[in-house]
T-cell receptor, first 115, second 115 residues
Framework: QKEVEQDPGPLSVPEGAIVSLNCTYS??????FMWYRQYSRKGPELLMY????GNKEDGRFTAQVDKSSKYISLFIRDSQPSDSATYLC???????????????FGQGTILTVHP | DSGVTQTPKHLITATGQRVTLRCSPR?????VYWYQQSLDQGLQFLIQ???????AKGNILERFSAQQFPDLHSELNLSSLELGDSALYFC??????????????FGEGSWLTVV
């Protein structure tokens, strides 16, 4: 079983829809939770970063972390065709130490927002 | 543009050969990470260097090695290449200071095809 599970989709929604992306994990040591967006054959781009449990909002994006359930979510409001990409969740177990770059990624969810 | 530069962008090589991938981190970033992305394994952490020293190791094969030079650029050496080594190899960098948050910037990747 993988440490991080993410439904690969693909997910197709109409423009303006609310998108919900989710990941579950098994390693209770994970403390830092991130969402990356990756366009085709490009490098992952950091969207949201959350420490421990709670919610974080940035524009149309909201990240939620529920450590008790080992479950994280990313919500995209008023989705746009430009949001079409692969969304990757990532997690780290290190509390700001020198090896916190060791991220464990989900498989990624392919999202298409059609006009 | 993340500021992380990787070369070459694409390369095709034969089985058994050796290649070197090069990465220049963002200005001021002391830490460099290497990741491998393939269709079946997703994005996997390979290795991390901080200011010239190896700090963390992931699922990196013995045929692969890396180093970080005094000017902070890094190279990933892949030898005795096999068909299964075909993948997108990403370099990422971060400042890695305690108060800077967990922001890791990815380059555009080097696409390796082994034939």
């Amino acid at each position: 079983q993988k440490e991080v599970e993410q439904d690969p989709g693909p997910l197709s929604v109409p423009e303006g829809a609310i998108v919900s992306l989710n990941c579950t994990y098994s390693n209770s040591a994970f403390q830092y939770f991130m969402w990356y967006r990756q366009y085709s054959r490009k490098g992952p781009e950091l969207l949201m970063y959350t420490y421990s449990s709670g919610n974080k909002e940035d524009g149309r994006f909201t990240a939620q972390v529920d450590k008790s359930s080992k479950y994280i979510s990313l919500f995209i409001r008023d989705s746009q065709p430009s949001d079409s990409a692969t969304y990757l969740c990532a997690m780290s177990a290190n509390a700001g130490g020198t090896s916190y770059g060791k991220l464990t990624f989900g498989q990624g969810t392919i999202l298409t927002v059609h006009p | 543009d993340s500021g992380v530069t990787q070369t070459p962008k694409h390369l095709i090589t034969a089985t058994g050969q050796r290649v070197t991938l090069r990465c220049s981190p963002r200005s001021g970033d002391l830490s460099v990470y290497w990741y491998q992305q393939s269709l079946d394994q997703g994005l996997q952490f390979l290795i991390q260097y901080y200011n010239g020293e190896e700090r963390a190791k992931g699922n990196i094969l013995e045929r692969f090695s890396a180093q970080q030079f005094p000017d902070l650029h890094s190279e990933l050496n892949l030898s005795s290449l096999e068909l299964g080594d075909s993948a997108l190899y990403f370099c990422a960098s971060s400042v890695l200071s305690m108060g800077s948050g967990n922001t890791i910037y990815f380059g555009e990747g080097s696409w390796l095809t082994v034939v």
